[in-house]
């Protein structure tokens, strides 16, 4: 069964940072291309930074340009969102989301809560 | 960036009725397209994808269809557990965008 586990959320003020993680397991996390997915209280789906199977491709959406990064260990099945000079802006819950190559978003966690706050 | 327009916002509906959903896309997503479901307090679930294929486990009455700009989910016999937001995506070039969500609700 594939399974998405993300944490790392919480409160952290503007300015600060927080590390995301997402733990992936039930499938060849390897082969596979991972995203991020961020949702705003009451708010629609925004995506945010996608990274290709072996992290040479990252993708990142323009209003996190320069403050996230995202990364990958294919030996702990584990993804990351780096958030640097975070923003109240910023205040969402995080979903950790595969995607297989020309494929939509195919599973899902449940996210973690960022909020951003002083 | 490719801006993805969902209508209605709000679709009231009564249980075992016929529900129709429009997703519009600024320009040309050939059949890259997905709608997901979205319950309070979950994570959105892949309904469809390529425009008009059900992923893994979604029941017949969910159903997709359109190409280039203009797309619909149809959900016949709406069931209690139908009730919920509603989205679309194209995935056919960077950025991947979503719409604004339609929510159906009871009527």
């Known amino acids: ?118 | 960036e490719i801006v993805m327009t969902q209508s209605p916002a709000t679709l009231s509906v009564s249980p075992g009725e016929r529900a129709t959903l429009s997703c519009r896309a600024s320009q040309s997503v050939s059949s890259n397209l997905a709608w997901y479901q979205q319950k309070p307090g979950q994570a959105p679930r892949l309904l469809i994808f390529g425009a008009s294929t059900r992923a893994t486990g979604i029941p017949a009455r969910f159903s997709g269809s359109g190409s280039g700009t203009e797309f619909t989910l149809t959900i016949s016999g709406l069931q209690s557990e139908d009730f919920a937001v509603y989205y679309c995506q194209q995935y056919n070039k960077w950025p991947l965008t979503f719409g604004g969500g339609t929510k159906v609700e009871i009527e």
């Not at chain 1, 790392?8 to 060849?28: D, E, I, K, N």
């Not at chain 1, 991020?36 to 990274?51: D, H, M, S, T, Y």
């Not at chain 1, 923003?87 to 190559?101: G, I, M, S």
Request: aromatic letters at 14%; charged letters at 20%.
């Open chain 1, 1 to 118: 069964e594939v399974q998405l586990v993300e944490s790392g959320g919480g409160l952290v003020q503007p300015g600060g940072s927080l590390r995301l993680s997402c733990a992936a397991s039930g499938f060849t996390f390897s082969g596979y291309w991972m995203t991020w997915v961020r949702q705003a209280p009451g708010k629609g789906l925004e995506w945010v930074a996608n990274i290709k199977q072996d992290g040479s491709e990252k993708y990142f959406v323009d209003s996190v340009k320069g403050r996230f990064t995202i990364s990958r260990d294919n030996a702990k099945n584990s993804l990351y969102l780096q958030m640097d000079s975070l923003r109240v802006e910023d205040t969402a819950v995080y979903y950790c989301a595969r995607k297989p190559n020309g494929w939509p978003f195919d599973y899902w966690g449940r996210g973690t809560l960022v909020t951003v706050s002083s």
